[in-house]
């Protein structure tokens, strides 16, 4: 190959794009926290994608609220420690489908980012389908689970 021919080559734009089928097309992205729940949805669904709520049965209530006045129907949280359980009940008894994700499969990108960087980064994960939602039983066996195995009384 002529210098003038490698030079051309070397210079060409190289498309580096992925090509990725949207599969959740209303999906949104919660980074789950000890002190407050950071949550992304597209640009294109509010002016404000990106908020923060408290972790406060009320405030997580007012999150569902601002998901469903978007069009979400699917969201994508970090399955760490036990702060995502009430975010998870929550946002089920509102008819949003929660996809419950290992935090180990969304963690490999190198650096560090912050917490608004983190809901984005799930929300981007989810929209392509690039999660797998991890198992979670029926509401029965979690009751049976938190109880011991004795019925709760009525």
């Known amino acids: 190959m002529n210098r003038k021919r490698r030079k051309k080559v070397g210079s060409e734009q190289q498309d ?3 090509n990725l089928e949207v599969v959740h097309p209303n999906a949104a992205g919660i980074d789950i926290g000890n ?8 640009p294109d669904r509010d002016l404000q994608p990106v908020r923060r709520f408290a972790c406060f049965a009320q405030d997580l209530h007012r999150l569902a609220e601002w998901q469903k006045s978007r069009g979400i129907d699917t969201i994508a949280i970090h399955s760490t420690g036990l702060y995502w359980f009430p975010v998870y009940e929550i946002l089920t008894e509102h008819g949003l489908e929660v996809f419950l994700v290992n935090a180990r499969h969304t963690k490999n990108p ?3 980012k912050t917490d608004v960087q ?3 980064w799930l929300l981007q ?7 797998n939602n991890s198992f979670r039983p029926p509401e029965e066996i979690c009751v049976l689970r ?9």
Do not use: D, I
């Not at 994960?125 to 999660?131: A, E, K, S």
């Not at 938190?146 to 009525?154: K, L, V, Y």
């Open 118 to 120: 983190e809901c984005q």
């Open 146 to 154: 938190a109880t011991g195995g004795n019925e709760p009384s009525m």
């Open 16 to 18: 580096w794009s992925l």
């Open 35 to 42: 002190e407050t729940h950071y949550v992304a949805v597209g």
């Open 110 to 112: 190198p650096g560090r």
């Open 125 to 131: 994960l989810h929209t392509f389908g690039l999660l």
